[in-house]
């Protein structure tokens, strides 16, 4: 159990790291410093994200995972003062084949069983959520009421303002060089301004964590660092504000509106890895080029559906990395052999939706041991796949793989 003068360092300013330092000042009983290497926080990959908050999700874990997220989303304006810019319009799940509608009923029923409001819908009924969609493309489609998503900026920005509230400082601009160890437990870090004393460290670094372990601790993370992007275009008229998230899942495609016009993304067949460490020191995402051929395909396969997308010009390209794992879980929980180091990684696509309870967990297991839900110490177990995950071949075949396959049949 922490006291009021144990210090938590932070290493990493995104959603994960401010929603850890954010669940560790409301518990009230240590300090906490997020250190982060750029002039702001969240400035890296999470803008960059879609911000989708699904509830259909494969595991009870997971599932629960997302109605925290949305408990806390829903409440934190009233609690805080701070906007996360959510929208709770409903997911659609859209059909282009018989097997999908086969498979979106064991979800429905799934969803049922785990407390979701999730139900089948006319042709009609999707013609209004969703005016400009074809739905004579469609064999069905079902509703999860709920859902929405929120705006990845205000809600990393409204963790750290309430984190900041809280007592935590946030110390930006400061790369962290090193990490200190003695008699196999962490004591600080290093950074450029210094050294910071602690008595726990959380790696949350995205793309870098796996990078950051090796260095620091010489333990190999299991997970794969794909790109990942989305495209927003202009405003168009006649899209209501009762508009849901689509996913056409037979095409791997997602949309949703923003800015009075789409945002959509597209989860590529044969996705493209990203070696940070081949990458120089001060790589960042800006640095990616702009994926249109991809995102063309994307468009080539989403104008069936929306066929309004091909007269609307895009205003952004938002190209950013991601991270899994080979079974496409979180990599969450304490480092072995480095006693007070914990790290989070393997977003899998799911970062913002999952920060709430990422932060929850990693938290809870610092301050009061493993969580109850065995999840950060079972199926997100950082040591799960044994001495496979030295096989760096194998790790991003299977990270690549499971991506690529995101909205598949399981």
Not at 104 to 127: D, I, K, P, T
Not at 209 to 229: C, D, F, N
Not at 249 to 266: I, V, W
Request: with cysteine; net charge negative.
């Amino acid at each position: 159990m922490a006291t009021d003068t144990t210090h938590i360092v932070v290493v990493g300013g995104g959603i994960w790291g401010l929603s850890t330092a954010y669940h560790l000042a409301r518990a009230d009983s240590c300090q906490v410093t997020v250190v982060e290497r750029n002039d702001q926080v969240a400035a890296e990959t999470t803008p960059r994200a879609a911000g989708l908050v699904g509830q259909i999700r494969e595991s009870a874990t997971m599932c629960g995972a997302i109605q925290y997220a949305l408990e806390l989303f829903t409440k934190f304006t009233e609690e805080t003062g701070y906007d996360l810019g959510l929208r709770r319009p409903g997911s659609l799940m859209v059909a282009l084949t018989d097997a999908r509608m086969e498979a979106y009923a064991r979800q429905v029923e799934n969803g049922r069983e785990n407390g979701l409001e999730a139900e089948f819908v006319s042709n009609r009924e999707m013609e209004r959520l969703a005016p400009h969609m074809n739905v004579s493309a469609l064999t069905g489609g079902f509703i999860v009421a709920g859902d929405g998503y929120v705006d990845p900026s205000l809600c990393a920005l409204g963790y750290a303002a309430a984190a900041r509230e809280l007592g935590v400082r946030l110390q930006c601009g400061t790369p962290v060089t090193g990490l200190d160890v003695n008699a196999g437990a962490v004591s600080g870090v290093h950074t450029a301004e210094g050294r910071i004393g602690a008595d726990a460290v959380v790696l949350t670094g995205g793309p870098w964590t796996a990078a950051l372990l090796r260095q620091w601790a010489g333990y190999e993370l299991a997970v794969a660092t794909v790109r990942h992007q989305r495209v927003c275009t202009v405003a168009q008229p006649g899209i209501p504000s009762h508009h849901p998230v689509v996913r056409i899942t037979d095409e791997s495609c997602y949309l949703r509106p923003e800015a009075g016009g789409y945002l959509y993304g597209f989860f590529e067949p044969a996705p493209t890895l990203v070696d940070v460490d081949a990458e120089p020191s001060r790589f960042t995402t800006d640095d990616l080029e702009p994926p249109e051929e991809t995102m063309s395909e994307a468009l080539r396969r989403l104008s069936p559906v929306f066929p309004v997308l091909e007269q609307l010009d895009i205003t952004e390209r938002k190209q950013g990395v991601t991270t899994f794992a080979p079974d496409g879980n979180y990599l969450l929980g304490p480092v072995p052999d480095v006693t007070g180091l914990f790290c989070a990684s393997g977003c899998a696509a799911l970062g913002i939706a999952g920060s709430a309870a990422v932060g929850r967990w990693i938290s809870s297991w610092i301050l009061e041991g493993p969580p109850g839900n065995g999840a950060v110490g079972g199926e997100f177990d950082i040591g799960r796949f044994g001495d496979k995950r030295l096989d760096r071949k194998w790790v991003n075949r299977g990270g690549a793989d499971f991506c690529a396959k995101y909205y598949s049949i399981r």
